[in-house]
């Protein structure tokens, strides 16, 4: 059962224009969600996190929402750049110290 | 400050046979996790340990099991290796709860044959 769900696969954006990257989950125990970004023959790096007291997170070009009551957060980036193109991974845990789940990853192409 | 590395980079092995990988975390971070990449299946948490103890296991058969060491350089090992096990393995380093920021090495690409 996959408890976090990234259902877009892959999403194309122009240049300066907003990305918006979605993600779902299940398991009403996460109260801490983050992004990485991966490029290729790269390890994912971390982007962004919000927990659940929070309902927005911002830092620069990239926003993260959190929806607790429908279960989903997103990212937000503006301006898109050609650099940001990555797949994108959105991850939960909750506090517990229990690990981090990851959904499949969105893959971004920001086009010039 | 160094990050994280992952040796070897990539491995090439044969059904049956069996494979060791070797993570090193950051200077000062007591905490290793490993996952396995997979397309289309996203990152898939294998093990955590933390100060040499196992702390959290994911949902792996027993022939994936690991390993850390007392200066927290980590190793895991999968045994009678399987088609399926082809994957990227990455490992992360973090200081002390998996919810603490994880940092990544840049993975071990293995290929079984």
């Known amino acids: 059962d996959q408890q976090v769900k990234q259902n877009s696969p892959s999403l194309s954006v122009q240049e300066g224009r907003i990305s918006i990257l979605n993600c779902d989950y299940t398991?009403?125990?996460?109260?801490?969600f983050l992004w990485y970004k991966k490029y290729p023959a790269e390890g994912p790096t971390f982007l962004i996190s919000?927990?659940?007291?929070?309902d927005k997170n911002e830092d620069g070009r990239f926003t993260v929402f959190l929806n607790k009551s429908a279960k989903h957060l997103s990212l937000h980036i503006v301006p898109s750049q050609p650099g940001d193109s990555a797949v994108y991974f959105c991850?939960?845990?909750?506090?517990?110290?229990?690990?981090?789940?990851f959904g499949k990853g969105t893959r971004l192409s920001v086009i010039a | 400050k160094a990050g994280v590395t992952q040796t070897p980079r990539y491995l090439i092995k044969t059904r049956g046979q069996q494979v060791t990988l070797s993570c090193s975390p950051i200077?000062?971070?007591?905490?290793v996790s490993w996952y396995q990449q997979t397309p289309g299946q996203g990152l898939q948490f294998l093990f955590e340990?933390?100060?040499?103890?196992?702390?959290n296991k994911g949902n792996f058969p027993g022939r994936f099991s690991g390993r850390q060491f007392s200066n927290s350089r980590s190793e895991m090992n999968v045994s009678t290796l399987e088609l399926g096990d082809s994957a990227l393995y990455l490992c992360?380093?973090?200081?002390?709860?998996?919810?603490?920021?994880?940092?990544f090495g840049p993975g071990t690409r293995l290929t079984v044959l």
């Open positions: 991850a939960a845990s909750n506090s517990g110290n229990t690990p981090l789940v």
């Open positions: 398991n009403s125990m996460f109260d801490y």
């Open positions: 340990y933390f100060s040499e103890t196992q702390r």
């Open positions: 992360a380093s973090h200081a002390g709860p998996s919810t603490d920021t994880q940092y």
């Open positions: 200077s000062g971070h007591r905490s």
């Open positions: 919000i927990s659940s007291i929070k």
